[in-house]
């Protein structure tokens, strides 16, 4: 009965590549979340959806893109990857009048080599 | 000056010490503020929350907010190994919106 959980846990793969995260919530949430943690453990918001509509997205480049397929479903889909994308990535969903309580994924590790 | 600051530790304190976490912010339009917890290898998880300026407390643990000096902090009583960790404040808008992680600061609690 996982809240949220992401797919894969561990992803290593080459300079160049293009790979997909996926991430599943099953708690009824309306709005959703991408944070990248890198190696210093700073943990930044990406993108969030409301109810499969994007309502931030914060700088970063546009080899990343996220889709959400229904409310229950967000994914990440990064092309072209580059060493410096080498970091955690953690989905995360809440209510959205509830933005303070957001629960998280256990988190993506993607190395990039 | 960054907009959420903390002292990254480690903290490493003996069972049953009492511990005080600290955390500045510069945005005075914050108004939730936010205390994650954060295991090794783990996805945070919401601690507590406090709305405005005052006191909550739950249980051992304890956050206090103060907007006059833009200065939040988290006391643990009676820490215990389980609470070995890393905590993030997170202040944030109306109910939380655009909040802001901190970097963190890892507690260590030893028996």
């Known amino acids: 009965d996982t809240a949220v959980s992401q797919t894969p846990k561990y992803l290593v793969t080459q300079m160049g590549n293009d790979k997909s995260i996926k991430c599943e919530q099953n708690?009824?949430?309306?709005?959703m979340y991408w944070y990248k943690q890198d190696s210093k453990k700073f943990l930044k918001i990406m993108f969030s959806?409301?109810?499969?509509?994007?309502?931030i997205n914060e700088t970063v480049p546009n080899r990343f893109s996220p889709k959400s397929p229904d409310k229950a479903h967000l994914n990440l889909h990064i092309n072209s990857l580059e060493l410096g994308d080498s970091a955690v990535y953690f989905c995360?969903?809440?209510?959205?009048?509830?933005?303070?309580?957001?629960?998280f994924g256990p988190g993506t590790r993607l190395t990039v080599t | 000056q960054k907009e959420v600051e903390q002292d990254p530790g480690p903290l490493s304190v003996p069972e049953g010490a009492i511990v005080s976490l600290n955390c500045t912010y510069s945005n005075s339009a914050f108004q939730y503020f936010m205390w994650y917890r954060q295991y090794s290898r783990k996805g945070p998880e919401l601690l507590m929350y406090t709305y405005s300026s005052g006191n909550k407390e739950d249980g051992r643990f304890t956050a206090q907010v103060d907007k006059s000096s833009k200065y939040i902090s988290l006391f643990i009583r009676d820490s215990q190994p389980s609470d070995s960790a890393t905590y993030l404040c997170a202040p944030g808008g109306n109910y939380g919106q655009n909040f802001v992680f901190g970097p963190g600061t890892r507690l260590s609690v030893l028996p």
């Open positions: 959806y409301n109810n499969k509509e994007l309502i």
């Open positions: 995360a969903s809440s209510h959205p009048g509830e933005t303070y309580e957001q629960y």
């Open positions: 708690l009824g949430h309306d709005t």
